[in-house]
T-cell receptor, first 114, second 117 residues
Framework: KAGVTQTPRYLIKTRGQQVTLSCSPI?????VSWYQQTPGQGLQFLFE???????NKGNFPGRFSGRQFSNSRSEMNVSTLELGDSALYLC?????????????FGQGTRLTVV | AQSVTQLDSQVPVFEEAPVELRCNYS??????LFWYVQYPNQGLQLLLK??????LVKGINGFEAEFNKSQTSFHLRKPSVHISDTAEYFC???????????????FGKGTLLTVNP
């Protein structure tokens, strides 16, 4: 059974640009959550999508947005990149409706903003 | 709202020594508990979970954890560590969100376990 797939694994962008990250969940999972991980702040929850609807949202500015498609794949977009957006972005999938909250993580996308 | 405290940000140990990584949580409702491990530049991998039943939970790679409801703790232990156990370990709790419609994972800040030869 394939795991959670995130693409690309590494990205280098310039300040002011925008970026889109992709996440394919485990087959059958309908919930996708996104996290930002930095050395200073640790793991911070960005948002969760379930059946194409944003169900939970963290405390990030509107520059961070996401969406989910009918096949449960999700994309995350960051506009007007800032140096502080450099981080490992992790995607996690879960069933979404068999609730224990257990999540399965992808390997992450390492974003560097220069 | 729930919160997770990992009491040690770094734990250095020698190979073959025992280790305990401490985790305390707070929540006004019943929770599910998890430990995840993260190797450098990788995602998080589930080590073990407590959902119900026996309070002693065994996971992968020889790790185990004990749920203590009265002390609201879920400490992770391994009797003898290997160099390959060097990684960051995250404790997490899952509880219904404020609307009660779904469960949300809350993570601790992580404990970096360094195993030295």
């Amino acid at each position: 059974k394939a795991g959670v797939t995130q693409t690309p694994r590494y990205l280098i962008k310039t300040r002011g640009q925008q970026v889109t990250l992709s996440c394919s969940p485990i087959s059958g999972h309908r919930s996708v959550s996104w996290y930002q991980q930095t050395p200073g702040q640790g793991l911070q929850f960005l948002f969760e999508y379930f059946s194409e609807t944003q169900r939970n949202k963290g405390n990030f500015p509107g520059r961070f947005s996401g969406r989910q498609f009918s096949n449960s794949r999700s994309e995350m977009n960051v506009s007007t990149l800032e140096l502080g957006d450099s981080a490992l972005y992790l995607c996690a999938s879960s069933w979404g409706d068999r609730e224990t909250g257990e999540a399965f993580f992808g390997q992450g996308t390492r974003l560097t903003v220069v | 709202a729930q919160s997770v405290t990992q009491l040690d940000s770094q734990v250095p140990v020698f190979e073959e020594a025992p280790v305990e990584l401490r985790c305390n949580y707070s929540s006004s409702v019943s929770v599910y508990l998890f430990w995840y491990v993260q190797y450098p530049n990788q995602g998080l991998q589930l080590l073990l979970k407590y959902l119900s039943g026996s309070t002693l939970v065994k996971g992968i790679n020889g790790f185990e954890a004990e749920f203590n409801k009265s002390q609201t703790s879920f400490h992770l232990r391994k009797p003898s560590v290997h160099i390959s156990d060097t990684a960051e370990y995250f404790c997490a709790v899952s509880a219904p969100n404020s609307g009660g419609s779904n469960y949300k994972l809350t993570f601790g800040k992580g404990t970096l376990l360094t195993v030295n030869p």
